[in-house]
């Protein structure tokens, strides 16, 4: 129940309804503390050595702490492993975000045994390419798409929206990289005058944006956006919307696993057509594959 998302204090109206004990809600909240061990074993075990795919993202809590309550970023990192099947493989809080914490982050993968990521997808994640550049050099950085136009969104008026929308369809959609910044250059000669901040924010993190056009449509659509990260933080959030602050960080770790663990029981499957991608892969980076450890 707990796992669910209902509270200690409905959790114990629900026992004394149906069963006519009292337990208080003190006391279901230390048997659920049972759990932390398990929390800790999980968030420090052992990884597979090689990544094909990583997609991080974050999400938002209220915390309370020191009588007060604070914002609290939970960053959660979902691998596709060589067998193309989905894990989370960290779950992190932090109150900040910078080159620092990311370094952090991925120097703990590090110990857990991960070797090499081909390719991590973010959604423009303040100084993660400054520490995946430090920890792991070969790594391609894949800025979210989805993302990226929502931000230009920003800058941009309601009545301009649609037309814009349309005109970077090109960039994305395009057949190769020099054809997408073609029409990027296109785009920014069009809208750079009257909405300069969006379409600069194109140019500046082209490098990172265009990362996908080295792979063909399968791949592509595996990596443009983050959206397998988002799918599973919908059906945290379906779970945890209902919740005011929680009472401790640790209290929020707990239900996070708990969630996270009932979640994952469906991942049993690999990624849709991962023979293919895996060949592909296996014709961009070679050995650094390293198929005989588990493809």
Not at 136 to 153: A, D, G, N, Y
């Amino acid at each position: 129940m707990y796992a669910k998302g209902m509270s200690t204090r409905a959790i114990s109206d629900f026992i004394r309804e149906m069963y006519a004990m009292e337990i208080s809600a003190t006391e279901i909240s230390r048997i659920t503390e049972s759990v932390m061990p398990a929390v800790n074993e999980w968030r420090s075990r052992p990884l597979e050595a090689v990544y094909p795919f990583v997609f991080l993202d974050c999400m938002h809590y209220k915390v309370r702490q020191n009588g007060t309550v604070e914002s609290r970023a939970i960053y959660n990192i979902l691998g596709i492993g060589m067998d193309g099947r989905k894990e989370l493989i960290g779950l992190y809080s932090s109150e900040n975000k910078g080159a620092k914490f990311w370094l952090s982050v991925l120097t703990d993968l590090k110990q857990r045994g991960v070797e090499d990521i081909l390719i991590a997808c973010i959604d423009g994640l303040k100084g993660f390419p400054e520490a995946i550049e430090a920890i792991f050099p070969k790594t391609k950085v894949q800025l979210c798409i989805v993302h990226q136009i929502r931000s230009s969104m920003r800058y941009v008026t309601e009545k301009d929206k649609k037309a814009v929308i349309e005109d970077l369809k090109p960039i994305y959609k395009a057949v190769n990289e020099e054809m997408g910044y073609e029409k990027l250059l296109v785009f920014e000669e069009k809208w750079g005058k009257k909405y300069p901040i969006a379409a600069k924010s194109w140019l500046d993190n082209w490098i990172n944006l265009s990362t996908f056009f080295e792979y063909d449509e399968q791949v592509r659509k595996t990596i443009y956006t983050t959206n397998p990260i988002e799918g599973m933080h919908r059906q945290i959030r379906k779970i945890t919307k209902s919740k005011g602050a929680f009472s401790s960080e640790q209290a929020l770790m707990k239900l996070m696993f708990l969630i996270i663990k009932d979640i994952s029981k469906k991942w049993t499957m690999p990624v849709h057509n991962w023979g293919l991608t895996i060949s592909q892969l296996y014709i961009k980076f070679g050995d650094r594959l390293k198929l005989d450890r588990g493809f």
